[in-house]
């Protein structure tokens, strides 16, 4: 009895025994499995990264390299050029006798006093509103410092005389194509209120007062 006992014992050991190592085997093989399959979805994923394209931004072009990429410093050499023309200023120079200013493109001529030379300068500048061209004369004395003096302002001839009224411009004269007319400065700049150019604001005034009424009497028309 004792003998069928053990024997029985001892299959059920046995049969243990088999159906751990099955169990075992059966996980072993499962684990293997799911690493392989693991390992299959990491390659699949490594070889869908190399295979599919990716559209990656293209790289920027660097300052500079494009052959019709427009500089910061480019400018309009004809512009340039015309603006030069425009703000070309004449000084007019020392001398004992009177300076006879002729301007032959719009037809006119102004005779300056011959004190007036070393003290002005004579520039022309197309931005004055409604003016076809303005002849701007600043007082340049010594050529220590500018301040405009008085201009003198070409309109078209069409505008007519009654135009300038509720104007800073006067009326000087007119041809067959333009109106002819001068404003006067209204105020003394910075640099004429300081105490060491006194001298210079009292000479500016006298020659706005008193002497330019005259060289006005001198401009003609051609």
């Known amino acids: 009895m004792n003998r069928l006992v053990l024997l029985g014992l001892a299959g059920i050991i046995i049969l243990s025994a ?4 099955e169990t075992n085997d059966a996980v072993d093989e499962n684990e293997e499995t799911e690493a392989g399959q693991e390992e299959d979805v990491i390659v699949e994923e490594f070889e869908d990264e190399e295979d599919t394209p990716v559209n990656e931004p293209e790289p920027a072009e660097e300052e500079g390299d494009g052959e019709n990429e427009p500089s910061e410093t480019d400018s309009n050499p004809e512009e340039d050029i015309v603006s030069d023309e425009e703000q070309e200023t004449l000084h007019v120079p020392q001398g004992s006798e009177p300076y006879l200013y002729e301007n032959d493109e719009f037809g006119f001529s102004i005779e300056f006093p011959a004190a007036w030379r070393g003290l002005i300068s004579i520039q022309q500048s197309d931005d004055a509103p409604d ?23 070409v309109l078209p001839g069409e505008y007519g005389e009654e135009y300038l009224e509720d104007t800073p411009w006067v009326y000087i004269a007119s041809s067959e194509e333009y109106i002819f007319s001068y404003n006067i400065a209204s105020e003394p700049s910075d640099d004429l209120l300081e105490p060491e150019n006194e001298d210079k604001l009292i000479q500016l005034q006298t020659m706005i007062n008193e002497e330019l009424p005259h060289v006005i009497e001198t401009f003609e028309v051609k």
């Not at 088999?18 to 190592?21: A, K, Y």
């Not at 003016?131 to 600043?138: E, L, P, W, Y």
């Open 18 to 21: 088999c159906v751990n190592t």
């Open 131 to 153: 003016a076809v061209r303005s002849f701007i004369i600043n007082y340049t004395p010594d050529n220590q410092f500018s301040h405009f003096f008085f201009s003198i302002d």
